[in-house]
């Protein structure tokens, strides 16, 4: 079976500085690894995927997370917050076959202070 | 332009009474999901089915029941069984092909008075 650790329920950040939300796994084979942005009162929106192919991922609204297998990682980063990029996050990971279940961690509300 | 809608946003219910909560599709997606979501506990499957007319439990089913008549509909009955049900509800589909990745709708709040 597939989880995730996201750590740290709320994560404030300042306008212009760097937001990193991290993001562990487990999983008996080889991952597909997801983040979703989610706004108050809709639903998930992906902003990137790794499926094995380039370690660094790059998604919508400036954010990129780093596959590291050697850490089972897949930390989130954006250089320059925006206040716009105020949100929960969620982690979710699924086997790259077979019963492929997302499982998804308990998310991260990001503030950002202006 | 192709989405996920649910019905009602909001949706009031008194103890003892059975909803519905409505998911319609229109991707051609095989495979659609229920999922719950409750501050701090991030999303927790519900229900899942991947062809008409078959679904499987997922971790949280109690109290909860679906059907799979069409493709492109997957509604969810809360009943009076469920004993914590104001949540926030959201659906999902995708393909069986390729990477897992999941659209979902704006969800449904349903709230027990």
């Known amino acids: 079976a597939q989880s995730v650790t996201q750590l740290g329920s709320h994560v404030s950040v300042s306008e212009g500085a760097l937001v990193l939300l991290r993001c562990n796994y487990s999983?008996?084979?080889?991952?597909?690894l997801f983040w979703y942005v989610q706004y108050p009162n809709q639903g998930l929106q992906l902003l990137l995927k790794?499926?094995?192919?380039?370690?660094l991922v790059k998604g919508i609204n400036g954010f990129e997370a780093e596959f590291k297998k050697s850490e089972t990682s897949f930390h989130l980063t954006k250089p320059s917050a925006h206040m716009s990029d105020a949100a929960e996050y969620f982690c979710?990971?699924?086997?790259?076959?077979?019963?492929?279940?997302?499982?998804f961690g308990k998310g991260n509300q990001v503030v950002v202070i202006p | 332009d192709g989405g996920i809608t649910q019905s009602p946003k909001y949706l009031f219910r008194k103890e003892g009474q059975n909803v519905t909560l409505s998911c319609e599709q229109n991707?051609?997606?095989?495979?659609m999901y229920w999922y719950r979501q409750d501050p701090g506990q991030g999303l927790r499957l519900i229900y899942y089915?991947?062809?008409?007319?078959?679904?499987q439990k997922g971790d949280i089913a109690e109290g909860y029941s679906v059907s799979r008549e069409k493709k492109e509909s997957f509604p969810l009955t809360v009943t009076s069984a469920q004993k914590n049900p104001t949540a926030f509800y959201l659906c999902?589909?995708?393909?069986?092909?390729?990477?897992?990745?999941?659209?979902f709708g704006a969800g449904s709040r349903l709230t027990v008075l």
């Open positions: 790794y499926t094995s192919a380039a370690t």
């Open positions: 999902a589909s995708r393909t069986l092909s390729g990477a897992n990745v999941l659209t």
């Open positions: 991707l051609n997606h095989d495979a």
């Open positions: 089915s991947q062809i008409v007319n078959d679904f």
């Open positions: 999983s008996s084979v080889p991952p597909y």
């Open positions: 979710a990971v699924s086997a790259n076959y077979g019963n492929n279940r997302l499982a």
